[in-house]
């Protein structure tokens, strides 16, 4: 089973950065994208970003320009760049991984808290 674990979490002041990264298990040549989700109150989970196998690159329109994906083939590894942090980016996020077999991958989740 490919575990992802997430770290890079923690509280922060508005305007602060911080950096999440997520390492997988297996080599992440055999994954099509990763990316990040985030918790949303009493709402499904809000898609982030994702980076694709040839380091192409998605955002929301609500974390552009602030957020920035970047991937380490070598660590297999993907980090998520948080910039010009706000309060209502507090939440949990969630890093995922969709591989070339057809299926979706979860980490546990880290905790982003902004706030003076």
């Known amino acids: 089973q490919v575990q992802l674990v997430e770290s890079g979490g923690g509280l922060v002041q508005p305007g602060g950065s911080l950096r999440l990264s997520c390492a997988a298990s297996?080599?992440?040549?055999?994954?099509?994208?990763m990316g990040w989700y985030r918790q949303v109150p009493e709402k499904q989970r809000e898609w982030v970003a994702r980076?694709?196998?040839?380091?192409?690159?998605n955002y929301a329109d609500s974390v552009k320009g602030r957020f920035t994906i970047s991937r380490d083939n070598a660590k297999n590894t993907v980090h998520l760049q948080m910039n010009s942090l706000k309060p209502e980016d507090t939440t949990v996020y969630y890093c995922?991984?969709?591989?070339?077999?057809?299926?979706?991958?979860w980490g546990q989740g880290t905790q982003v808290t902004v706030s003076s």
């Open positions: 980076i694709t196998s040839d380091s192409s690159t």
């Open positions: 995922y991984a969709d591989f070339r077999e057809g299926f979706r991958s």
């Open positions: 297996t080599s992440i040549f055999s994954i099509n994208a």
